[in-house]
Every structure is written in C-alpha cells, then in structure tokens.
C-alpha cells in the first residue's frame, strides 16, 4: 500500500476495531505524508461546551452561541491541547493548511476571534488527536481496521456529531453498519 495519500479522506472504524478509544469513530485526516498522519476524531463529544473552555482559558466570550457548541475528543495524543478545523482558512498565528477550505489552528487567537464572534464561518472544536507514526496507518489499513473515503467539509461543519459517522458510511454506499464485516479479503 505504497504512495497512498489520506490528507482530507475520512476513516471510518471497522467492527474489528476493539479499542475503545477508537471504536464506533469518524476520524478525519487532516495530514498524511511519509512521516505519518494526523487526524480528529469527529463524532466524540466530551461533555465540555465551547463556553466552558473560554471559562477555563479566561477567554472572555461575547458569542452566545458558544454555550451549544460542543468541544470533542479529537483523539488520545495532546488531551490538554485544543485543535480547531475550520473553514475558512483564514491566517491565524498556527494553522496546517489542509487544502483550499479547510484548516486545523492551535493557536489561541482563533479561540479568541471566535470568542468575539470574528472566527471563521464554520468550526470544529476538539482537545487532542490521533497520530500514527509511519506507516502504520497504511498497515491498519491492511489489516481492515479502517475504511477510507474522501472526506467532505457538509459532514465535518453541518452536521451533529452523532449523525457523522452514519453519513460517511453513506458516502462509500452503506447504509448499515451491521452489513459491515469482519472478514479480511484480497482480490
């Protein structure tokens, strides 16, 4: 599984996933290069609304909207960092670009802009991410812990978390995740 680029495709776990971390998640890649993947979990809310974190970060917040939008598990790597997808780009002080519409920013000026109703249009708030060193996404794969499809920016931003999953599923045709097996096959 050489030359295989996941940057902006969504995995989507396979039953034989038995982590708990993992089981049942839409994980979007944000990048994926010789040196590994990058991406956030997007279907895990933690409990904690977008109000409570600029509570806990002194962030004085003039949006009301903050008290609705939940902040996710992004995944198990950095749990106390924050990561914001968005669109649109935007310039913000740590942005990777992942393509023309859609950025991850860790820094806290875009908490701050949000705070002030001056972030961008659509945002995704997670704490942490998940990582794999290189490599090993493309052997988890191999051993059918993941299905692939290239992501879209509808199901990241206008959609609510627990209607993700099921709507990437619906991106590669399926329809029930009970249809999906556990069976490793090679044509």
């Known amino acids: 599984m050489k030359n295989v680029n996941l940057t902006h495709h969504f995995l989507i776990a396979m039953p034989t996933i038995a982590d708990s971390l993992f089981s049942k998640t839409l994980t979007y890649i944000c990048e994926h290069n010789e040196q590994g993947a990058l991406g956030i979990v997007i279907n895990r809310p933690t409990g904690l609304t977008l109000l409570n974190l600029f509570k806990q970060l002194d962030i004085p917040q003039m ?5 609705s939008i939940p902040v996710l598990f992004g995944g198990p790597v950095q749990l106390d960092c924050g990561f914001v997808l968005h669109h649109p780009v935007g310039k913000w002080q740590s942005t990777l670009v992942v393509n023309k519409e859609v950025g991850l920013t860790t820094s806290l000026d875009i908490l701050k802009a949000i705070a002030n109703a001056e972030g961008p249009e659509q945002v995704l708030i997670a704490m942490g991410y998940a990582g794999w060193a290189a490599g090993q996404i493309e052997h988890e794969l191999a051993q059918n812990a993941w ?3 290239p992501a879209s920016a509808n199901v990241i ?3 609510p978390s627990e209607e993700r999953l ?3 599923m619906q991106l590669l045709g399926i329809t029930n995740s ?3 097996s556990n069976e490793i096959g090679h044509a």
């Not at 949006?63 to 008290?67: I, K, M, Q, V, Y």
């Open 63 to 67: 949006d009301s909207l903050a008290e």
């Open 147 to 149: 299905l692939t499809v």
């Open 157 to 159: 931003f206008d959609m």
């Open 166 to 168: 099921p709507a990437a």
């Open 178 to 180: 009970a249809n999906l």
